[in-house]
């Protein structure tokens, strides 16, 4: 069996830790005998650059042939004066994740054991430590509803934009959250603004429906204030939080910079036959870009779940994340990871990607 | 001159600290020789309880006979069980606010000097200080968009909200952000998610005009998932911060929460005549109420607000704000703002007030 993955490295430190990734890739297809074949394809900046336009065809195209996309990241201040829709970020990620509807998108942000110090909350918190899964429906709710636009004139002239979902998109991403939920700590917490939103007051409903057939799951409502509120004060208390595509954007946000280690994050957005997009959650940081001190390990994990949800390699992704786990508590950690006292022992992009791949 | 306060203590903690600021109120009276009168209404829980509706007519006329409202806290488990519009939160302070076109809501959250450790942020962030306002739009937005609702049947059917704004209600609220910001550290950070939303296209467009005006303020943009991470790791880079309906509510309870001390907050909403509500942030808090230990202080510098914003009444409410100030650096703290061992100090709800009057 042969497997075939776009790689969509992108701007920033897209390029630089995507080279470390097909590393680790390549250590892992050895070890576990996988013949994987990989297509690179422009996308981003780098690809309004070159191409005019930041979702080439031929990038589209190609990620239609390929078993699954690992994407980099993309945007930065180069483009930051085009119009919205021609921006990196809006113009490629919105139409990857409509195109091939991957509407399940699942956030992980875990403190890991002996980077606690790294979270902004105060240590009796953080000393806790958390593990929660943002799971976020990607390809409906305000990002995509219809219409958005403008109407009138002068000062009288409005914009807006429909915030819409219906019960059956509600349905299948209510049920991922409670099927993921029974795998972890069994509970699920349900994110609205069901005091104002006629959309949340649907979501609550057909949660609720969803919910009956997980008995074994816990479930609570929460409004999107006070769980912004909450995360800060007993982040330990929450598990799965199943988010609306707004709602998911802010809150996965906050649970990775709770975490403090933005670097170690990976996201997974999915379709639903298992092809999927996997990608760093920590953006394209171009202010770092270039000079090789980027951390690699995000999207060696984005590679990893790639592994495990796409390619059904369980074992393959397995080890990946053994040795991303065992360089970490080596001490393998690149700068942002140390305090400034210990920066002279940090790691470089390209000594983490060696190191990783060597120990697979 | 004799001014006219309409007092909706509600539900909760709502009446207990009510007293205590009436009790402030009576000394400031007569230290300034003011002349108040008060007329007390029912809202909320207790209305519905009464009149069968969270907002009944009489509380309406006599809100529009009175130059302010001092209000409570609105909510509690008993009434969760209705339909969302009948609920005392939305069918309470939603109309309201909409009735008296309250479009400015002003959310200040400051770290007491000497309460640093009551913030959840680790230490080194929360030793620097820090000092934001939320200048949140709330008359508009996704909140009284339309339209709003449902349609279609089975699984396909859909609810639908409407995200609006024009020019003209952006410029207002814009405008009273970059005046504020001229009275405080000069900064203005307005959050938006223009890479995703027509309204906050049209929010930067309109923003970036307002800002011609003011030279001195120094004026920046932000998405709101971007937001919520940057506060956790430099609250005190923020000053003010200019959010919409929706953006605004998420932005004042985090930076509340970031206190650790929501019982010291208040909330204005005010309309372009100076008309104003005035409330404590920190909501009805059903599992306390009647026992005596909530912290009145945001309800006392409530009344302060109103002095100041509807009254014009500057000195008087300088001496509230001095008054809770003294207490505070006194050691005058309710029980949750006190470490699990020093808890048997912790002052009355009636304790505080006492002081805080007798200080006046
Ligand atoms: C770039 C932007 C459109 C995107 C989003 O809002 O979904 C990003 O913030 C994300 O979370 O992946
Ligand atoms: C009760 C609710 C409708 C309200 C809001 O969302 O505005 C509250 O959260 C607030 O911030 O005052």
Known sequence: MSYQIAVLAGDGIGPEVMAEARKVLKATEERFALSIEYSEYDVGGAAIDKHGCPLPDATLKGCE?????????????????????????????????????????????????????????????????????????????????????????????????????????????????????????????????????????????????VAKDFPDVELEHIYIDNATMQLLRRPDEFDVMLCSNLFGDIISDEIAMLTGSMGLLSSISMN??????????????????????ANPVAQILSAALLLRHSLKQEQAATAIEAAVGKALSDGYLTGELLASDQRHQAKSTSEMGDYIAQLI
């Open 272 to 293: 639903s036959s298992g092809f999927g997009l996997y990608e760093p959650a920590g953006g394209s940081a171009p202010d770092i870009a270039g000079q090789g001190i």
């Open 65 to 209: 042939a390929s078993d699954a996309i690992l994407f980099g990241s993309v945007g930065g201040p180069k483009w930051e004066h085009l119009a919205p829709n021609d921006q990196p970020e809006r113009g490629a990620l919105l139409p990857l994740r409509g195109h091939f509807e991957l509407f399940c998108n699942m956030r992980p942000a875990k403190l890991h054991a002996g980077l606690e110090h790294m979270s902004p909350l105060r240590s009796d918190i953080s000393s806790r430590g958390f593990d929660v899964l943002c799971v976020r429906e990607l390809t409906s709710g305000i990002y995509f509803g219809k219409p958005k636009g403008r109407q009138g004139e002068g000062e009288d002239e409005q914009a807006f934009d429909t915030m819409r979902y219906s019960r059956k998109e509600i349905r299948r991403i209510a049920k991922i959250a409670f099927e993921t939920a029974q795998g972890r700590r069994k509970k699920v917490t349900s994110v609205d603004k069901a005091n104002v939103l006629a959309c949340s007051v649907l979501w609550r409903e057909v949660v609720e429906d």
